[in-house]
T-cell receptor, first 112, second 110 residues
Framework: DTAVSQTPKYLVTQMGNDKSIKCEQN?????MYWYKQDSKKFLKIMFS???????INETVPNRFSPKSPDKAHLNLHINSLELGDSAVYFC???????????FGPGTRLTVL | AQSVTQLDSQVPVFEEAPVELRCNYS??????LFWYVQYPNQGLQLLLK??????LVKGINGFEAEFNKSQTSFHLRKPSVHISDTAEYFC????????FGAGTRLTVKP
């Protein structure tokens, strides 16, 4: 059973397009996250949700909008994609903000 | 707020040699400490964690780490590495929230 799943695994798109990445966890966790990992492997937190409410919203462009329809899902929508958005995006979940996080397999986004 | 510094961005080592990946943290509150491993083209997975109790923590794949409060360190060690240990390793600290280090690339050479 996959604990944290993301779709799609790869996403190749043109500049200016709008795209979404979906994330689901079946661990019963209350907290979910989105991270961006650049080519140097630096992991930057973007958003954190607890029980469907936004907890952390780091400095990211407002072209990025997370949506949590329920506790088990946290989707990421990106408007007007730019070249600099190319990266691997990871979803993660945890019981709470203190505990270990469980990561999804990542979505490699390439903007052409 | 808490932060974590991984002192080495890259660590090359020969197979069967011992390795230590260094991690220092700072925090004004009590913390939990973690090491994660990321194999190529995969997500992060937990190697080990320190929550409380014994300062020597054993994890998966023969790794261990020692929590040193006076030196605010949580270095990761393995006595004998394998080629398959080649990966990116992340130290993380949680207090109010989770913060990750910049990562250390461990490359094991034959």
């Amino acid at each position: 059973d996959t604990a944290v799943s993301q779709t799609p695994k790869y996403l190749v798109t043109q500049m200016g397009n709008d795209k979404s990445i979906k994330c689901e966890q079946n661990l019963g966790h209350d907290t979910m996250y989105w991270y961006k990992q650049d080519s140097k492997k630096f992991l930057k937190i973007m958003f954190s949700y607890n029980n469907k409410e936004l907890i952390i919203n780091e400095t990211v462009p407002n072209r990025f909008s997370p949506k949590s329809p329920d506790k088990a899902h946290l989707n990421l929508h990106i408007n007007s994609l730019e070249l600099g958005d190319s990266a691997v995006y990871f979803c993660a979940s945890s019981l709470d903000s203190y505990n270990e996080q469980f990561f999804g397999p990542g979505t490699r986004l390439t903007v052409l | 707020a808490q932060s974590v510094t991984q002192l080495d961005s890259q660590v090359p080592v020969f197979e069967e040699a011992p390795v230590e990946l260094r991690c220092n943290y700072s925090s004004s509150v009590s913390v939990y400490l973690f090491w994660y491993v990321q194999y190529p083209n995969q997500g992060l997975q937990l190697l080990l964690k320190y929550l409380s109790g014994s300062t020597l923590v054993k994890g998966i794949n023969g790794f261990e780490a020692e929590f040193n409060k006076s030196q605010t360190s949580f270095h990761l060690r393995k006595p004998s590495v394998h080629i398959s240990d080649t990966a990116e390793y992340f130290c993380a600290v949680s207090g109010n929230d989770m913060r990750f280090g910049a990562g250390t690339r461990l490359t094991v050479k034959p």
